[in-house]
């Protein structure tokens, strides 16, 4: 026999043309701050419809300056879903702003009107800045309905989308992609190599609003600027920025994977599909992450919901029964209020859907460079290691 290539969660898909822009990029007059820089930020906000987008050294620098850049300080509140990417809620905290967790919806994992009012009820009498619903996995939100209620607090929404590039929704009749910011000040992505497009670090913010897209740029380089009609050796700081820019190496990488993102979508989209059609004789043991109303995703992530207690299993031993057989899995996400230090600072909190979602969520091997019986191989063994 031989032996399989490991299948991890997720993992980046690099071809001949994108190491070629690379090479391209390192032998071109800027290695960063150039104008590679620019037509990335361009063709990003093209394809999601946004009209303007700001490239940042990862996606938690986005969210940072999305906190910086809106004015959440000391004395605001951000409201979080307990299950999300540590960032979510940790750009709050960099800002001096108090975290206020959501729950999720159990079978989605995604905060929902119901969620959001329920946390707007728990931060009463404070002053709620901004609301930071996540698209996790790719599905998309039920963005109408949380803006009606973040307006109604005089919150600003602030989608953290890194798992929804190339996803899009339709709400009522009103068609939607993620990060056209229809219904939000900003949108959030990250091009980490597990997510759905690769530069290695990089994150990208979008948004409609030209003053905000201004405030991002300087912030996210010292926040310096050059006064028009003044003496070309000239900077002023207004307030003090960092020093988060995407150097063109990678913004390089990005275009060039960036023009695969519809064929990636498309194969995400097929391979998803195999993995429905294949799980569906395991439910209700095991069964997909419901997809909410109205989302169409490209999915980040192939999370499934078990039942181990039905089927006689720990999640540990499925997890080590996986990996023996090559097949990697992962847990998304451990609900941040549970984390030692949100425990501390705000004490114990009883969130029964992130409770369930958590008690039961595996993410399986999801990425456009899997075959079709890498699918038939990860549910064999998904079979296996539940006794089916
Ligand atoms: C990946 C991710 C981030 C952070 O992005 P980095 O580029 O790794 O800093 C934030 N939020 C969510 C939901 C993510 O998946």
Not at 32 to 46: H, I, K, L, R, S
Not at 279 to 304: D, I, K, M, Y
């Amino acid at each position: 026999m031989t032996a399989r290539p490991f299948l991890p969660y997720g993992r980046q898909t690099i071809e001949d043309d994108d190491v070629e822009a690379v090479v391209a990029a390192l032998r071109a007059d800027f290695l960063t701050t150039g104008p590679t820089v620019a037509a990335f930020e361009t063709a990003v906000a093209e394809k999601v419809g946004a009209a303007h987008a700001v490239a940042a050294s990862n996606g938690t620098a986005t969210l940072h300056l999305a906190m910086m850049a809106l004015g959440v300080g000391e004395g605001d509140v951000c409201i979080v879903p307990s299950v999300t990417f540590l960032a979510t809620a940790n750009c709050a905290r960099y800002v001096g702003a108090e975290v206020v967790f959501a729950d999720v919806d159990p079978d989605s994992g995604l905060m929902t009107p119901g969620t959001l009012a329920d946390a707007l009820k728990r931060a009463a009498g404070r002053r709620v800045k901004a609301v930071l619903p996540v698209h996790l996995r790719g599905d998309v939100v039920d963005l109408p309905g949380l803006k009606a209620l973040a307006d109604n607090a005089g919150a600003v929404l602030v989608e953290d989308a890194p798992h929804a590039l190339g996803s899009t929704a339709v709400f009522g009749n009103e068609a939607m992609t993620v990060g056209d910011c229809r219904w939000s000040a900003m949108a959030s992505f990250s091009f980490h190599p597990v997510k759905t497009i690769a530069t290695g670090e990089g994150g990208m913010l979008t948004t409609n609003d030209a003053e905000l897209a201004a405030r991002l740029r300087s912030l996210r380089s010292h926040g310096m600027s050059r006064p028009a009609g003044a003496d070309p050796w000239v900077y002023e700081m207004a307030e003090p920025g960092f020093n988060y820019r995407l150097p063109d190496i990678n913004c390089a990488l990005g275009l060039a994977q960036l023009a695969k993102l519809d064929r990636f979508a498309e194969r995400r989209r097929a391979l998803a599909a195999r993995y429905d059609e294949l799980l569906t004789p395991l439910g209700p043991t095991v069964r997909l992450a419901r997809s909410p109303e109205g989302s169409r995703p490209v999915l980040h992530l192939l999370t499934v919901l078990i039942d181990f207690a039905g089927a006689d299993a720990t999640r540990a031993d499925v997890v080590r029964r996986l990996a023996e057989q090559g097949v990697g899995s992962q847990v998304h996400y451990i609900p941040v209020h549970t984390q030692p230090y949100y425990r501390a600072r705000y004490g114990e909190l009883d969130l029964p859907g992130a409770r369930a979602w958590y008690e039961r969520c595996l993410t399986l091997p999801l990425f456009p460079g899997m075959a079709d019986d890498d699918v038939d191989r990860v549910v064999d063994a998904l079979r296996d290691a539940l006794g089916f």
